[in-house]
Structures are given as C-alpha cells and as structure tokens.
C-alpha cells in the first residue's frame, strides 16, 4: 500500500513538474521557452563557441605531446618509423610461436 501512495505521490509532482515547465505561461512564455531564449541568445552562443574552441586547441595540444613523446620513445628504441604500428621483433615471433604450439596440442 505504501508503494502505491509513493508511486501516485511520485506521478503526482511529475505530472505538475511537467506542467510548470511546459505549459504555464510566465510572462508569456512557458519556463521551457525562457531557458530555450537564453539558450538561443548571442552571448551563451558566443560562450559555447568559445568553450568549443579552447577544447580543440586543448585537444590539439595533447594530441600533438603525446605524438612528439611516442616519436621520442620510438627513436630511442629503434629508428624504424612504423606510423603508430608496433613492430613485432624476432622474441614476439617465438612467443607466439610456442603458445600457438601449446594451444593447438591435443588434451591427454
């Protein structure tokens, strides 16, 4: 019985949320239409546009350390330029040689 005097209580304020927002008219528009007139103004578009563009400057700027360290770690290593791939040496080779061998043997 409780449950459905929460669940009628719990409809109830969705129901006059839903209705304040949307349909009650405050000083000719509903709430719903002033936060889409501020959404749509200049200034908050100006604002995203900014925000926008310091993160893709942030973004670059992360991207392109993060190449010039994976290009140092990789000089140091060997001089092979491989474009992001890793190169499989002659140890990977033997490594997954055996265990291919180890997987692939039939169970005693």
Known sequence: MLSLLRFAFYMAVLVFGTYF????????KSLAGHVAEVLDSDM?????AGIKDDMREDLEVR???????RAEKSGKADNKKHDGYDIINEADRESLS??????????K
Not at 63 to 69: I, S, T
Not at 98 to 107: F, N
């Open 21 to 28: 927002a949307f349909f009650k008219d405050f000083g000719g």
């Open 44 to 48: 908050v578009q100006r604002k995203i």
């Open 63 to 69: 991207l392109a350390k993060a190449k010039a360290e």
């Open 98 to 107: 055996q265990l291919i061998e180890k997987k692939t043997q039939p169970k």
